[in-house]
Structures are given as structure tokens and as C-alpha cells.
């Protein structure tokens, strides 16, 4: 008789199935090192939200990792109201409006999941600078969609100069049916860009931030 695989032997399977290390996955769920060490050797269980953290980030059920019950999803989840949202580099996103697009969806290794109504194309990126505090901090996870456009006081992800950036949308002006505006951060030591001055392409619009708290 085959012996079963077990919770710890799943989870490093799936991680490898994944081409993520372990230090992604702790980070990915804001957890140590040492604690997916842990789940992997069966010397711990994860429980509750790092679990779920988990199953997302390994794109397979709780239940799965538990008990191995249950289909793993090779893909991304596709569930009716459900999306699967490409969590990528603010490198990826500068490309993000243009030809690859899809190409960079395909090759995405880490997805979030959202009932939110959004489009195909929307897409998930981790704040990496402090431009927005103290409403947004480095390491949040924000929820972008292009097919949604910024009224006045949106959150935004924009392309500046091959540059892209989290900022706050503002309407300046309309001239010959083009708009003219500004991306103005929250953190009053960065500076203001408008479009009248700079090449600025906007890549979508801000749906929803998540914030994983640190352990």
C-alpha cells in the first residue's frame, strides 16, 4: 500500500511544482522562514489565515494541504465570481499596457484571488516605496484594474518616464478632449509629476489593498 504523502511533504511539492524558494513563501504570507521550514519538515501545521495565505500562494485548496483532499490546481483558480490575479514586479507592470501583457500573465508564478468585479486584465503589485505612507507602507499588496478609469482622488499605477509608480490621481485640466492632470503622492518629500511635463501612462486603477501583518 502507497503511503500517503503528507502535510509537509505537499506543501515543499507544490512549492518546487511552483519554482518558489522558501523565503518567497514566507514572505508572500508574512511568516519566517524558520515557520515554512517547519511545516515542510511536519514539525508544525499551519492554521488558520496562514494557511489560507498558503493555499493561495500555492494556488490549491486548504483542505488539499491538510488532508490531501481534493484537486491542485495546476492553473490559477477559475471560479465563477472568482479572480485570479497575476501578482507581478513593478518591472512586468511597465510592460503591463503593451504586447505582453499576456505573455507575462502566462509566466506569472504567484496569483491572488479577488471576488471583486474586475476585468481580464486587471493585475496585483507590492508597494515597494514609501511615497504613499502613512496610508499605504512597502510591502502592501494593492489590487490594480485598467479597465476602470481614475476619477479624481483615485489611487493609481502609473508609468513615468519607464518609471512606475503608486500615486494619487488629480484632474488639472481638459484641452482638445485630452486630460491634463497630476499623480501626487501622500508623502510630501516626493515630488509632484504632471502630465503636461512628463510621458506618463496610466496603468490601472486601484480596486483594493491587502495588508499582511508581520510575525
Known amino acids: 500500500m502507497m503511503k500517503k504523502e503528507s502535510a509537509g511533504e505537499r506543501i515543499r511539492s507544490r512549492r518546487k511544482a511552483l519554482k518558489l524558494t522558501q523565503l518567497v513563501v514566507a514572505s508572500g504570507i508574512g511568516v519566517s522562514h524558520v515557520a515554512v521550514s517547519q511545516w515542510e519538515k511536519d ?23 491538510i488532508d490531501g483532499e481534493g ?31 499576456l505573455l507575462i500573465q502566462q509566466q506569472a508564478t504567484r496569483f491572488l484571488y479577488s471576488d471583486s468585479r474586475l476585468s481580464e486584465s486587471a493585475l496585483a503589485i507590492t508597494l515597494e516605496d514609501t511615497a504613499m505612507q502613512p496610508d499605504y507602507r512597502p510591502g502592501d499588496t494593492l489590487i490594480f484594474d485598467p479597465a476602470v478609469n481614475p476619477q479624481p482622488g483615485d489611487v493609481v499605477l502609473a508609468n513615468i518616464n519607464g518609471e512606475v509608480l503608486v500615486r494619487i490621481y488629480r484632474l488639472m485640466a481638459e484641452q482638445h478632449d485630452e486630460q491634463i492632470f497630476s499623480l501626487r503622492p501622500l508623502n510630501d518629500d516626493f515630488p509632484v509629476h504632471a502630465s503636461s511635463e512628463k510621458k506618463i501612462e496610466l496603468i490601472g486603477t486601484m480596486m483594493e489593498m491587502r495588508r499582511y501583518r508581520a510575525r
Not at 477559475?78 to 511597465?94: C, E, M, R
Open 71 to 101: 484537486e491542485v490546481f495546476a492553473a490559477p483558480l477559475n471560479v465563477s465570481g472568482v479572480n485570479a490575479l497575476p501578482l507581478i514586479t513593478l518591472t512586468q507592470a511597465a510592460a503591463w499596457m503593451q504586447e505582453q501583457r
Open 43 to 65: 514539525e508544525t501545521v499551519p492554521r488558520g489565515e496562514n494557511l489560507l495565505r498558503l493555499a493561495e500562494l500555492l494556488q490549491c485548496t486548504a483542505a488539499w494541504i
